[in-house]
């Protein structure tokens, strides 16, 4: 099974752009996972791989749950931290990745993950997890899916990527090819089999500004990934935005997904 190598510091400059520009997590879906998972307060949940906390800090908020945030990035859980404060929850940061799950972090009701799931070695994750998670609890993958984007800033991105972010090419490429299991199937292989999706779709106003960070959040195009052609690659994708957009303006929908799995 094909898995990506591992880098520690691959989201280092992007978390200034996350919590700003990615697509945010409906507090909606939030509760409906809460709700299906049998979610109550106090039970633990860990926020795997969490960025700057957005699913942690709203299990705590809206589930009152407790929850454990768990990145390898000092700047992410930085970020996270301030979040939490900002929410006026409590969380713990924990700085580590999935290869640093055992037994010190105690028992589990949910382990969520947000578009992270794909950066670790899946198997053995599940595996890990398997020891921490209690009867009736679950993992939770969270990602969103476009629906439209109008004008398709999407393909022009990709294009220049072609150029400009060779290592985003390679990750996206590895895994459309036949040797990239989706997580259905790694969960379906797992103790985890029993799985069920739940999405909420919303209709989102981007402008020109909002486009260039949610790029700049994402680990190929980041501004460390870009290295001295940022300049270049912005300057174009600028006046390729202008030139579909001219008003700046892009309509986006987008389908928020949290696939949840239990045990057998």
Known sequence: MTTIPFEARRFQSTAAYYLRYRVPYPDALISRVAERSGLKAGDHVLD?????????????????????AM???????????????????DIAIRQGSSYDIGPDIGKL????????????????????????????????LFHDKGVLANPNWHG?????????????????LL?????????????????????????????RQLDI???????????????????????????????ELQAVSPDGKVTEIVESRGLLAFRD
């Open 48 to 68: 795997l791989g969490c960025g700057p906390g957005q699913l942690g800090i709203a299990f705590a908020r809206l589930a009152a749950a407790q929850v454990t």
């Open 71 to 89: 990145d390898p990035e000092p700047e992410m859980l930085a970020a996270a931290a301030e979040g939490a404060k900002e929410a006026g929850v």
């Open 109 to 140: 009701h949910l382990t969520v993950m947000g578009r992270s799931f794909h950066w670790m070695d899946r198997s053995a994750t599940l595996d890990a997890l398997d020891k921490l998670i209690e009867p009736g609890g679950a993992v939770v």
């Open 156 to 172: 022009i991105v990709e294009k220049l990527a072609e150029t400009y972010a060779p290592e985003r090419r390679a990750n996206h």
């Open 175 to 203: 895994r459309k090819s036949k040797d990239w299991l989706p997580h259905e199937a790694i969960l379906l292989r797992s103790r985890f089999c029993n799985l069920e999706r739940i999405g909420i779709i919303v209709e």
């Open 209 to 239: 500004e909002d486009i260039i960070g949610r790029v700049y959040s994402m680990s190929g195009t980041s501004p460390q990934a870009l290295g001295d052609k940022a300049g270049e690659f912005e300057r174009i994708l600028r006046s």
